[in-house]
C-alpha cells in the first residue's frame, strides 16, 4: 500500500516546527530521564550542545565522615587538618544524524494511521538510540569493574532479591536511592509471571513496571540472569539540539526521476555513569561506536565504590 503524492514537507510541516514538536514528545518519553536515573549540569549540558567532543570536567572528592578533633583543654594543641580535593574525569559527547527517505514515512502513516504520529515516531527513535547507548556504555563500565566486588556480584543462587540488597548495601548512605533495576526482556516476563510484587504499568497509570518497588527498565544488553541496579542521578546526562536539527532535501532525479524527499535528523547526546572516566576514543564510525562504548579500557572509575551509582549481579544458579 502507498500513499500518493505525499511528500516529507507535507507531513513534516516546517523544519522548525518539527524539531519542537519531537524534542518535547521525546523529553516527555525518554525513559532514562523519567525514570530519575540521569542528572545534569551545565558542564555536562555545555559538552552536550557544542565545542570539543570529549572533554576533561571537574569534581570535588568526597570528604572522609570518620575523620575529626575532639576539642581539649590544651590551647598549645593543635587539631588535625584534612582537605578539599579536586580532580578531573572525561567526558564524550556523539553526535549522531539519521535520514528517512519518502518510502519509510509512507509506512509510518500506513502503519499509525495519522500525520501526527510523524513526530511521535521520530520522537519515539531518538529515545531508542539514547537508551540503546547508555547500556552500551554500562556494558563498558560493567566490563572495567569486574574485578571490584563491591560493585561487580556473582551469586551462585537463581535470582534473588536478598543477593540484589546485599548488593545494594555496598552503597553505603546512598543505598535508600537505589530504585531502577535492569532486566532483559525474558527475566521480566519471569518477574510478571512471579506475582510477588510486579505492578503493570496500567494497573497504576505509569510509564513504568515495577517489582517489588524498583522500576523496571528493559534491555537486550543483558541475560535472564542479569541485572543492573541504579540509584537516582547515578547517569551524567546532556541533550544537545543540531543548528539544523531537522532538514528537508529534495533529490529531483531520485527514485529513478520520479523525485522523492530526505528528512534528516540531527541530534547530540553526552551519557556517561557518574563516577566514571571515558578513556577510550573518539568514533568516527557507527561501527566503532559499540565497539568503544562496551570496551572495558574506554573506562576509568574516578569515585569511591560507595558513591558509584550501579551494582551489577549476575545469578549463576539454576
Keep these: 500500500m502507498t500513499i500518493t503524492n505525499t511528500t516529507i514537507a507535507g507531513l513534516a510541516g516546517s523544519e522548525r516546527k518539527m524539531d519542537v514538536r519531537v524534542s518535547v ?18 558542564e555536562v549540558q555545555a559538552l552536550a550542545n557544542g565545542g570539543p567532543r570529549k572533554v576533561t570536567l571537574d569534581y ?14 590544651n590551647i598549645n594543641q593543635e587539631g588535625d587538618i584534612g582537605s578539599i580535593e ?11 544524524n539519521y535520514a528517512l527517505a519518502t518510502t519509510d514515512l509512507t509506512q509510518i502513516v500506513t502503519q499509525y494511521g495519522k ?3 510523524l513526530a511521535t515516531a521520530l520522537a519515539g527513535h531518538r529515545n531508542a538510540i539514547t537508551k540503546s ?19 561487580t556480584h556473582t551469586v551462585a543462587t537463581d535470582w534473588d532479591m536478598a543477593a540484589i540488597y546485599d548488593a545494594i548495601a555496598t552503597g553505603e548512605e546512598w543505598s535508600s ?26 494497573d497504576v497509570n505509569t510509564r513504568f513496571a515495577t517489582y517489588q ?8 544488553k543483558l541475560t535472564d540472569d542479569e541485572v543492573i541496579v541504579g540509584r537516582t542521578g547515578s547517569v551524567g546526562y546532556g541533550e544537545g539540539t543540531a543548528q539544523q536539527a531537522f532538514e528537508i532535501e529534495r533529490k529531483a532525479n531520485g527514485a529513478n526521476g520520479g523525485g522523492g524527499d530526505i528528512l534528516h535528523s540531527r541530534f547530540s547526546r553526552t551519557i556517561f555513569p557518574q563516577g566514571m572516566s571515558y578513556e577510550g576514543g573518539i568514533p568516527t564510525s557507527a561501527a566503532q561506536v559499540k565497539t568503544v562504548l562496551e570496551a572495558a579500557a574506554s573506562w576509568e572509575q574516578v569515585a569511591p565504590d560507595a558513591q558509584f551509582g550501579f551494582r551489577f549481579i549476575s545469578f549463576t544458579g539454576v
Aim: no cysteine.
Design 133 to 151: 547507548l547508555f547500556f552500551s556504555t554500562l556494558v563498558g563500565a560493567r566490563a572495567a569493574l569486574a574485578a571490584n566486588t563491591a560493585i
Design 213 to 220: 518497588g524498583f522500576t523496571l527498565l528493559k534491555t537486550n
Design 60 to 73: 570535588l572528592k568526597p570528604i572522609s565522615g570518620e575523620a575529626f578533633n575532639v576539642t581539649t583543654d
Design 177 to 202: 536511592l537505589f530504585n531502577v533495576m535492569a532486566v532483559s526482556h525474558g527475566r521480566y516476563a519471569k518477574l510478571q509471571a512471579k506475582n510477588d510484587g510486579f505492578v503493570a504499568p496500567s
Design 25 to 42: 514528545i521525546a523529553q516527555e518519553t525518554n525513559e532514562l530521564v523519567q525514570s530519575g536515573l540521569t542528572a545534569t549540569s551545565a
Design 86 to 96: 579536586g580532580s578531573t574525569y572525561n567526558a564524550m559527547r556523539l553526535d549522531l
Design 115 to 117: 500525520q501526527g504520529d
